[in-house]
């Protein structure tokens, strides 16, 4: 991998975090910053076509090859965290619109810089990026069925079908689609394909880096004359960040796996989907959406923060004697 791609993998949180910085300051001094609304989309299907590229699609079966860490994963995301997150929304008042958008970011485990987290916090990143295929496929194969039962037929009335389809098609299906095509011409002898493949693999840290900047930019000002909804969904943001680990190794000692992969387990319940979910949110009618949008964003930094905790505090919750 050259130095220049290496250096930016190694270096993306304090991008984010400077991206952050620069987004809130130009989006509460600059008057017109919704304008910046319409570059959201374009550039969330480009991020997601170069992050699906990264994720070994074709090599499926690697997932399966450790099978206790694969169940201690599935069981983990798609289990226990929902469990834990209907306990979440029960015990903190939230309003219809707000629970779609907390429900939304908390019941989709993270497929992309997780391993980057995995990796620095001494976890099996491995691992975690040979099941990536399988977490992206089961989620969102799940999560309409999630919202279904957390939400009750009411609350679902809200979303609008034919905006959530096609949101879901132009800025998730086709970009998958075309990763797997991607991926396919790398892998003969196509030198377009390998070239593509080879480009794809810059991009997913600097466009999300746009991607924080034009949504946070375009939505700050809102927020910063709303604050109420960031007040709202922050103590269920905090709990879920402390105990989102501790789940991550209740099942990842249920299934005996060991404390290598006990910490990427751990990981991946913390970490959350976020920029995936942010299209469909962005579907919803107006004005639901921006702040459905706003209550996810929310997430992403409340996370971001917890994310360069858990590398130091999760090595340390999960130690080799655990095992």
């Not at 270096?11 to 008057?31: A, D």
């Not at 485990?109 to 980057?116: A, E």
């Not at 009750?152 to 389809?165: A, D, L, M, N, S």
């Not at 797997?180 to 991009?203: C, E, H, P, R």
Request: proline share 7%.
């Amino acid at each position: 991998m050259p130095l220049a791609k290496v250096w930016l993998e190694e270096k993306q949180i304090g991008i984010y975090i400077v991206t952050l910085l620069i987004s809130v300051i130009i989006g509460l001094n600059w008057n017109n910053s919704n304008v910046l609304e319409y570059a959201i989309e374009p550039i969330i299907g480009i991020l997601l076509y170069s992050m699906f590229c990264q994720i070994p699609f074709l090599e499926l079966k690697k997932a399966f090859q450790n099978r206790s860490f694969f169940k201690a994963l599935l069981v983990g995301n798609f289990i226990l965290i929902p469990l834990f997150v209907w306990l979440l929304v029960n015990l903190f008042p939230i309003s219809p619109v707000i629970s779609i958008g907390v429900l939304l970011v908390l019941l989709t485990p993270c497929i992309d810089y997780v391993i980057v987290f995995s990796h620095l916090g001494k976890g099996d990143s491995q691992a975690v990026l040979a099941a990536t295929p399988l977490l992206f496929i089961f989620q969102m194969l799940l999560l309409p069925l999630f919202l279904w039962i957390f939400l009750g037929k009411e609350t679902i009335g809200i979303i609008e079908v034919t905006p959530f389809i096609k949101a879901f098609a132009f800025l998730i299906a086709i970009p998958f689609l075309l990763s797997i095509v991607t991926q396919m011409a790398s892998t003969s002898n196509s030198k377009t394909g390998k070239a593509l493949m080879d480009f794809s693999g810059w991009l997913p840290v600097p466009f999300m880096a746009f991607t924080f900047f034009v949504v946070i930019a375009s939505q700050i000002s809102t927020l910063h004359n709303n604050p109420e909804p960031i007040f709202t969904v922050l103590p269920i943001y905090i709990a879920f960040a402390l105990c989102a680990p501790l789940i991550g190794l209740l099942s990842a000692r249920m299934f005996k796996v060991n404390f290598y992969s006990a910490r990427a387990v751990a990981f991946s319940t913390s970490t959350r989907n976020s920029l995936v979910v942010l299209p469909l949110a962005l579907s919803l009618p107006t004005p639901q959406n921006q702040l459905v949008a706003v209550v996810i964003v929310t997430q992403t930094i409340v996370e971001i923060f917890f994310e360069l905790l858990y590398i130091k505090a999760i090595p340390m919750l999960i130690k080799r004697k655990n095992n």
